[in-house]
């Protein structure tokens, strides 16, 4: 299949990273490519650009579509990994980094990933095919007051409970494979009015899993910070995020790093040796223009946010 991928806020993100000629960037999100390709565009043949992704499908997908560019190294890794990352490459600091959270079109749209609820698959939904932890292991061997959690926490979803206790019903008889099998319990647990409504009714429970299973909001802290520790004097770090959880972590990961004064205001000296590893540069999160939305609907909830790096 081919790797069909449409770049969100595309050039709010170069703009925002600041791209100057013989500095190293890295794209921790390399997907399809498509951030990629304009900061090779801007580096025109200079300085370096490191592409990451724990996702194989993307990195073959990438290397083949950035070919023509020498100066690009693409890494099968977590980006949550970027300290060793860079360590291995020996590259102390870098000079901007993108992170683009979440899947790409091309893992939804491709059935055998078993991502989506609109096509019958194996429950699968791992980016990495190597790691260990599935779908198909949270589904059938979580408890179910585990996943009832992790359905209300990850994916706000009203009928958890239901939703968790059907499912560890139905696995006593058989074991749940497949989405379909799934969608089919989820739609079951609902009252029919929900049913109706505009969002398809697995939609939540699934990005649910989805996160569970990729540890997507677990690490997400952690991996903030050592981008930011990562960058040289004036180095940016973008972070486009897809729903409300991952927001609400790199904006709050991005006021620590900024560091307030705690002292009390009466106080005529600082005394709280507060550190600061540099600035917001977007107060409010960038986000996708009309004629975006027009284009790729999955904009519609693309947050973009900035720091940049004070040495
Ligand atoms: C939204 S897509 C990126 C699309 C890309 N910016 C483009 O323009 O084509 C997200 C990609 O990041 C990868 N990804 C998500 N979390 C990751 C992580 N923690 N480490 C490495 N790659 C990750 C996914 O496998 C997926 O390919």
Sequence with gaps: MEFKHKSVLLNECIENLNIRKKHIYVDGTL?????????????????????????????????????????????????????????????????????????????????????????????????????????????????????????????????????????????????????????????????????????????????AIRIEVNEELTKLKQTVIDSIKALNDKGRLAIITFHSLEDKIVKHTYEEMEGRCTCPKDLPVCICNYISYGKIITKKPITSGEEELKENPRARSAKLRVFERIN
């Design 31 to 207: 997907g399809g490519g498509g951030h990629s390709y304009e900061i090779l565009k801007k580096l025109d043949g200079t300085g370096k650009l490191i592409g990451i992704d724990r996702d194989k499908v993307a990195i073959e997908a990438s290397k083949n579509k950035l070919k023509e560019f020498s100066n690009f190294e693409a890494v099968h890794n977590n980006n949550a990994n970027i300290l060793s990352i860079l360590d291995n490459l020996g590259i102390s600091y870098v000079d901007g980094i993108l992170l683009d959270l979440g899947v790409s079109s091309y893992q939804l749209d491709e059935a055998s990933r078993g991502f989506s609820y609109m096509q019958d698959s194996r429950l699968d939904m791992r980016m990495n095919t190597d790691d260990k932890l599935s779908a198909y292991e949270v589904v059938n061997n979580y408890s179910e007051d585990r996943l009832s959690r992790i359905f209300f926490d990850y994916g706000e979803e009203k009928y958890s409970k239901s939703i968790a206790k059907n499912i560890c019903i139905e696995r006593k008889e058989k074991n749940i494979t497949t989405t379909f099998e799934l969608v089919d319990i989820i739609k079951k647990s609902m009252p029919k009015k929900a049913l109706n409504e505009k969002q398809h009714p697995a939609k939540r429970v699934f990005q």
